[in-house]
Every structure is written in structure tokens, then in C-alpha cells.
């Protein structure tokens, strides 16, 4: 009798402990895609600018600034609807500025994220800097469910893609 009492425990703490692996098997599959997703939207946003900075970048020192005919120059950076492509990859539901992805089984959700920023760094002047990047910032909560009962997690996600230059003016001077 003794045996078998202690043979369910063992199989009942393994039973629970496979449940916490899958759980966050889960959790951390729906993280990465959420990360992919957030970074497809960078090198979106890079993409989308790299008619404007390439051939400055190239020919001159202005990265994405425009003239403005005399002699001053102005900043331009198209950060082309980051948000709204996030929540099209992913498929969410827009809540004010919370994004939710509702599970029509259970009625939970899977995951919801909300404060999202983008930054757009432009190239310095005059060479100063030659990368071209974003960076991109949101909260994203996913409840962990363990029997009924969910655990709410909570993480800071960021993501960032960086344009440069494949050769610089002085490595193209070797060749000539």
C-alpha cells in the first residue's frame, strides 16, 4: 500500500512538472513570435527608408535629411505605420492602445501588448554616425495557465535593426 501511495505521488509530481514544461514551452513560443514580429517590422521600416539615405549616404554626408534648396538641411524619416503592421502580422484586436490576441475556446487571451514606441535614429552629418537604425519597445503580458489558473507575466520586449553602409567612401578609394 505504501508503495502505491508513493508511486501516484511520484506520477502526480510529473504529471504537474510536464505541465509547467509545456506551459512554458508555450509562453516561450508565442514570445519568439511576437520578437519575429517585432523585428520583420524593423527591417520593414529600414527598407522603406533606404531610398531615402542610400544615395545621400553615398554620394555625401547627409544621410536621410532633405534640402531644403538653400542651405540648410532637415531631417526625414518615414517610420511607415510600424504599429498598425505589427498588428497585422499578428493578427490582434485593437483596444484603445492595448492589442489583444483572444482565444475563442476558453475566452482567455493569449497574449495582449500594449505601450509601444519607435525610435528612429537618422545619420549624423557629416559622417558622424553612419548607422541608420530603429529601435522598437513594447509591454507585453501573456497569462501562464496552470490548471484553471492564470498567472499573469509580464515583459518588456525591444527590437532593433541597423542600416549601414556596406563600404565606406575610404574602402571604395582602394579600388581605384
Known sequence: MKGLIKALCVLLM????????METLRVTTIIFKVKDA?????VYVLNENYD???????????????????????DYRDYADVVSRLVDILAVETDGE????PNED????YYKFYD???????????????????????????????????????????SSSIWTPKYE????????
Open 52 to 74: 531615402d539615405i542610400y544615395k545621400s549616404i553615398r554620394d555625401g554626408y547627409t544621410g536621410a535629411y532633405r534640402t531644403d534648396g538653400r542651405s540648410s538641411f532637415s
Open 116 to 158: 509601444v514606441s519607435v525610435t528612429l535614429t537618422n545619420t549624423g552629418l557629416r559622417r558622424q554616425q553612419r548607422m541608420y537604425y530603429i529601435d522598437m519597445y513594447l509591454k507585453f503580458d501573456v497569462p501562464m495557465q496552470l490548471s484553471k489558473i492564470n498567472f499573469p507575466l509580464t515583459i518588456n520586449l525591444h
Open 14 to 21: 510529473l504529471y504537474g512538472l510536464t505541465k509547467v514544461i
Open 98 to 101: 492595448t492589442y489583444v490576441k
Open 106 to 109: 476558453t475566452g482567455y487571451e
Open 38 to 42: 517585432m523585428n520583420e517590422c524593423c
Open 169 to 176: 567612401y575610404n574602402d571604395l578609394r582602394k579600388f581605384h
